[in-house]
């Protein structure tokens, strides 16, 4: 039972963990020895729990995480795509990537970060509204490596929260940066030791519990345009996303990458 009166549970599932802690809802991410990456059955698992929250009235606050201590999430599962497999949740393809970055709630999100976040993991923490990042966790669109893009809302998210050069740099490099350089260009709210990431979150989760849940959310739609469950501001750069994301699919150069990581070589690109 927690301190506030409200019955804590827990659901696990094989791809992820939801637990209830008084008015905040715990989503983890459990692949972790897939470094949490992104296949259907995870994206359907975290959609739903955010459809949940949603229309859960005690429910105030959610945070998102992965399992263990390597990775928060490594993107997509490319081993996944390489089989010629979708990452969207079955049915519900308007979540889009992991079942959230489309997928607009009214409740506040903290992504606590707790170890690598790169490609689709930068993503979904883009699509949180908070995020509290562990010392040794990493941010990163390295996409172009793979002969892909960050089509999960990344290529027009990045920019819109970090000074514009900044993002350009690490979106053409693909290299990921720090989490003491990730708060220095006010990409994270915090760090928090390692280990102790959960906790940081949950407590920055329970400073926004004790308000008026009306008041907050209705402070999240305004502060984002929303109208319905649409980001009015974001409509036509998710057209642009999409159609260049399914003309690099259709490249050469976008099988060879995911082929190529899966059997750890250096890709060879044709630029077609």
């Given at each position: 039972?927690?301190?506030?009166?409200?019955?804590?549970?827990?659901?696990?599932?094989?791809?992820?963990?939801?637990e209830r802690r008084g008015h905040v809802l715990l989503i983890t991410i459990?692949?972790?020895?897939?470094?949490?990456?992104?296949?259907?059955?995870?994206?359907?698992?975290?959609?739903?729990?955010?459809?949940?929250?949603?229309?859960?009235?005690?429910?105030?606050?959610?945070?998102?995480?992965?399992?263990?201590?390597?990775?928060?999430?490594?993107?997509?599962?490319?081993?996944?795509?390489?089989?010629?497999?979708?990452?969207?949740?079955?049915?519900?393809?308007?979540?889009?990537?992991?079942?959230?970055?489309?997928?607009?709630?009214?409740?506040?999100?903290?992504?606590?970060?707790?170890?690598?976040?790169?490609?689709?993991?930068?993503?979904?923490?883009?699509?949180?509204?908070?995020?509290?990042?562990?010392?040794?966790?990493?941010?990163?669109?390295?996409?172009?490596?793979?002969?892909?893009?960050?089509?999960?809302?990344?290529m027009f998210r990045l920019p819109a929260q970090i000074?514009?050069?900044?993002?350009?740099?690490?979106?053409?490099?693909?290299?990921?940066?720090?989490?003491?350089?990730?708060?220095?260009?006010?990409?994270?709210?915090?760090?928090?030791?390692?280990?102790?990431?959960?906790?940081?979150?949950?407590?920055?989760?329970?400073?926004?519990?004790?308000?008026?849940?009306?008041?907050?959310?209705?402070?999240?739609?305004?502060?984002?345009?929303?109208?319905?469950?649409?980001?009015?501001?974001?409509?036509?750069?998710?057209?642009?996303?999409?159609?260049?994301?399914?003309?690099?699919?259709?490249?050469?150069?976008?099988?060879?990458?995911?082929?190529?990581?899966?059997?750890?070589?250096?890709?060879?690109?044709?630029?077609?």
């Amino acid at each position: 039972m927690c301190s506030n009166g409200i019955q804590s549970t827990k659901t696990t599932e094989a791809d992820a963990i939801v637990e209830r802690r008084g008015h905040v809802l715990l989503i983890t991410i459990n692949r972790p020895a897939a470094r949490n990456a992104i296949n259907a059955a995870v994206s359907a698992a975290v959609g739903g729990a955010l459809v949940e929250a949603e229309h859960d009235p005690e429910i105030r606050v959610v945070v998102l995480t992965g399992a263990g201590d390597k990775s928060f999430c490594a993107g997509a599962d490319l081993k996944a795509i390489s089989r010629g497999e979708s990452v969207h949740a079955p049915g519900n393809e308007q979540w889009g990537f992991a079942g959230f970055v489309k997928n607009f709630i009214s409740k506040p999100i903290i992504a606590a970060v707790n170890g690598a976040a790169l490609g689709g993991g930068t993503e979904l923490a883009l699509a949180a509204d908070l995020i509290v990042a562990a010392e040794s966790s990493t941010f990163g669109l390295p996409e172009v490596k793979r002969g892909l893009i960050a089509g999960a809302g990344g290529m027009f998210r990045l920019p819109a929260q970090i000074p514009q050069r900044l993002a350009m740099e690490m979106m053409f490099t693909g290299d990921p940066i720090s989490a003491e350089k990730a708060l220095e260009w006010g990409l994270i709210n915090q760090i928090a030791a390692d280990g102790s990431v959960v906790d940081a979150a949950l407590a920055l989760a329970e400073r926004i519990s004790v308000n008026a849940p009306l008041s907050v959310q209705a402070t999240k739609r305004v502060a984002y345009g929303v109208v319905g469950t649409e980001r009015v501001d974001e409509a036509s750069k998710w057209e642009m996303s999409n159609a260049e994301w399914y003309s690099v699919l259709s490249s050469e150069d976008a099988k060879e990458g995911p082929i190529a990581f899966a059997e750890k070589r250096a890709p060879i690109w044709k630029a077609r």
